[in-house]
Each structure stands twice: as C-alpha cells, then as structure tokens.
Nanobody
C-alpha cells in the first residue's frame, strides 16, 4: 500500500511564501512523476506543477515564475516552494504520484494525498 503524506499548508499574507512537502511511503519500486494539483470549490482539479523522472517540469501558467517544484528521488518526496502568493492561490492543494510501481513486473497506479489547505489573506 502506498501513501502520500502532505505537510506545509497554512495561512500566509499576500506576497508571502509557503513550502509544501509530500512524502510517498510504502512498497515503492519506482515513481514516474510527482507533483501538485489544486481544486477550488465547484471547480475541476487543476495541475499546479509536475516533475517527471527525467527532470522535466511542467507548471501552470498562473504559477510560473512564482512556484518551484522539486523532487528528492531517494526520499520519494516532492516539494512545492510557493512565493509571491496571491489571494487567488487560496484553495486545497493535492499531492500526486503518477505511475507508481511496487515492483519491476507489476502494474502502475496513481496515488493522491489527502490535501492541504493554503490560505492567502491579509
């Protein structure tokens, strides 16, 4: 069983910074990509940032230049450094692990964290 545990959300003033962390645990052979999505009430979940095994990183246009996604492969952990935060960044952020294999022969599955609230407000 694979679990994703997120941390680092909270309340911050506009222009401030927060760092989210997400650690994957369990029987893990490989993870293709790890990243972050967010979902506002009544809206679809959207990609924030994603980093693949080869290092290719994708960002949503709305966060490019403000957020930095990084990954520690040895620890199966992904980080999201968020700077210059805006009120419109307020929502729940979800960690995602894409194409997780538990062995070299097995199926690959996707996993989600429980979500962490980020609130940007003065």
């Amino acid at each position: 069983q694979v679990q994703l545990v997120e941390s680092g959300g909270g309340l911050v003033q506009p222009g401030g910074s927060l760092r989210l962390s997400c650690a994957a645990s369990g029987s893990i052979f490989s993870i293709y990509a790890m990243g972050w999505y967010r979902q506002a009430p009544g809206k679809q979940r959207e990609l924030v940032a994603r980093i693949a095994s080869g290092g290719t990183t994708t960002y949503a246009g709305s966060v490019k230049g403000r957020f930095t996604n990084s990954r520690d492969h040895a620890k199966n952990t992904v980080y999201l450094q968020m700077s210059s935060l805006k009120p419109e960044d307020t929502t729940v952020y979800y960690c995602n692990a894409d194409r997780v294999a538990v062995n070299m022969w097995g199926n690959e599955n996707d996993y989600w964290g429980q979500g962490t609230q980020v609130t940007v407000s003065s």
